[in-house]
């Protein structure tokens, strides 16, 4: 069977192809959508000892653990961070006492951490409340990763940080005398000073 086409028809294939072409091109956007929201996905976990897990694929959860872990929001990078550094920062710059000094709720805290050599970390806190002082103390290690100082909790007094957990605070300046940072917790910038 041959067909033919007169010349003033055009061909039915050709007429479509605009609608073809953006089919595809939703059909693209929709997949290439769907992929990036999948790789987004932070999932946090306890296990029967306490110890927290941050993961990025539920399939990374043990099966006993999924029922109760929880799909964390994004954070990018972009958002945690103000201003960037001129230059990576080395962890011996910020090995050294750092002491932070504040107030929260109308009651004056001071928190001192010691950045030791081979990334290890301890420190104490003490916040006024009224006539009572709360004082807690805490241990871990310590790296810098992507601009990030990362403290991982391996005891800790207070309820807060667990042990087992990482905290990603965003390095905004650092120098000889204060260490300015955005912390991954609470996303506000705190400054310790050198002592």
Do not use: H
């Not at 010349?7 to 953006?22: A, L, Q």
């Amino acid at each position: 069977m041959e067909v033919s086409f007169s010349p003033g028809r055009s061909d039915p294939i050709k007429r479509r192809i605009p609608e073809i072409r953006v089919f595809f091109l939703t059909l693209a956007v929709f997949f290439l959508l769907s992929a990036e929201a999948g790789l987004a996905q932070t999932y946090k976990y306890v296990d029967e000892n306490g110890s927290v897990y941050f993961v990025d694929s539920l399939d990374k959860i043990p099966a006993q653990y999924r029922k109760d872990s929880q799909i964390l929001p994004e954070l990018k990078r972009e958002e945690k961070v103000q201003k960037k550094l001129s230059s990576p920062v080395s962890e011996k710059s910020l090995i050294g006492r750092w002491e932070c000094q504040g107030s929260e709720n109308g009651n004056s805290f001071t928190v001192i951490m010691s950045l030791r050599p081979k990334g290890v970390f301890d420190g104490n806190g003490f916040k006024k409340m009224g006539e009572k002082t709360l004082v807690w103390m805490f241990k871990g290690s310590w790296r810098v990763m992507e601009g990030d100082l990362v403290l991982t909790y391996t005891w800790s007094s207070a309820p807060e940080p667990k042990r087992g957990t990482s905290q990603y605070d965003a390095i905004l300046e650092v120098n000889d005398q204060f260490l300015e940072v955005k912390s991954g917790r609470t996303g506000e910038v705190v400054r310790y000073k050198r002592k």
